[in-house]
Nanobody, 117 residues
Framework: QVRLVESGGALVQPGGSLRLSCAES????????MSWYRQAPGKQRDMIAE???????YYADSVKGRFTISRDLASNTVFLQMNSLKPEDTAVYYC???????????WGQGTQVTVSS
């Protein structure tokens, strides 16, 4: 089984920054593709950032240049650094893990990010 616990969501003003964390247990991150998704009210859940087992990163156009995904293998934690936040970034942010060679996805419980003045 895989356990994912997100944290770091908060209320922040436009132009501000936040860093989200996703702690995975009990496996090593080197066997998972890790992704961040977000879901705004009334909208579908969309992928915004991904980091592969080799460390390659991918971003949705909506966050490219503002968000950065990274990982700390020692602590089995994936991060999402979010800068220049906009009101349209308001959503519940979810962490997802997919084991290499598998089609099974594991999800965290989500963390709320609200960008508002």
């Amino acid at each position: 089984q895989v356990r994912l616990v997100e944290s770091g969501g908060a209320l922040v003003q436009p132009g501000g920054s936040l860093r989200l964390s996703c702690a995975e247990s009990p496996h090593s991150l080197t066997v998972f593709t890790m992704s961040w998704y977000r879901q705004a009210p009334g909208k579908q859940r969309d992928m915004i950032a991904e980091i592969t087992i080799m460390g390659a990163t991918y971003y949705a156009d909506s966050v490219k240049g503002r968000f950065t995904i990274s990982r700390d293998l020692a602590s089995n934690t994936v991060f999402l650094q979010m800068n220049s936040l906009k009101p349209e970034d308001t959503a519940v942010y979810y962490c997802k893990a997919r084991h290499v060679g598998s089609t099974v996805d594991y999800w965290g419980q989500g963390t709320q990010v609200t960008v508002s003045s």
